[in-house]
């Protein structure tokens, strides 16, 4: 089973949210097993290049492929959550969005200065909560070790705001 593969199992859906977005849905992704599996592997492949000790995953999609590629390369997994969401104290970095502002936060004892991390999500789009949750990692004296992504939209740009952090994605529109 090849990228292409992944590709080709990822649905749009017209106007959704909102009119003029064309949304890309990876449920039938995660309801076809082999190809979940394949995935998983392919991420983990990628992320292990880059030794990370431990991996971010960013709300909510990104748990989906955080937590099976923690468990598959035996790391421990950290959750980027929005505000309000984590029950023990944190730290927390507001970013710019088109219309308004938001905010990434962490536990404060998540990250341990000087050790590397992957950050992972489904999707990459604007770039904004990706670089978020960078920033914030580094702000906690942590390192990124590489931004990993099922999902590219190229014509967005997205990883223009990572900088020089390694990415990885899998497939691009």
């Known amino acids: 089973m090849s990228v292409a593969a992944i590709r080709e199992v990822i649905r749009d859906i017209p106007d959704f949210p909102k009119p003029g977005i064309v949304f890309k849905d990876i449920t039938p992704l995660l309801a076809n097993a082999r190809l979940f599996a394949r995935t998983i592997e392919l991420l983990a492949e990628r992320i292990a290049a880059h030794?990370?000790?431990g991996i971010v995953a960013i709300e909510s999609r990104g748990f989906l492929f955080g937590a099976p590629v923690?468990?598959?390369l035996g790391l421990p997994l950290y959750l980027a959550r929005k505000p309000g969401k984590l029950p023990y104290k944190t730290v927390g970095v507001t970013y710019d969005l088109e219309y308004g502002s938001d905010r990434m936060e962490l536990h404060t004892d998540a990250i341990e200065p000087g050790k590397s991390y992957a950050i992972v999500?489904?999707?990459i789009a604007t770039g904004g909560t990706a670089a978020a949750t960078?920033?914030?990692v580094e702000l906690q004296?942590?390192?990124v070790?590489?931004?990993v992504f099922v999902i590219e939209l190229t014509f967005l740009g997205g990883i223009q705001r990572l900088g020089k952090r390694p990415?990885?994605?899998l497939v691009q529109y």
Do not use: F, S
């Open 51 to 53: 030794e990370p000790h």
């Open 134 to 136: 960078a920033d914030l």
């Open 70 to 72: 923690a468990h598959k």
């Open 121 to 123: 999500d489904d999707l």
């Open 141 to 143: 004296r942590g390192q």
């Open 145 to 147: 070790a590489c931004c």
């Open 167 to 169: 990415v990885e994605t």
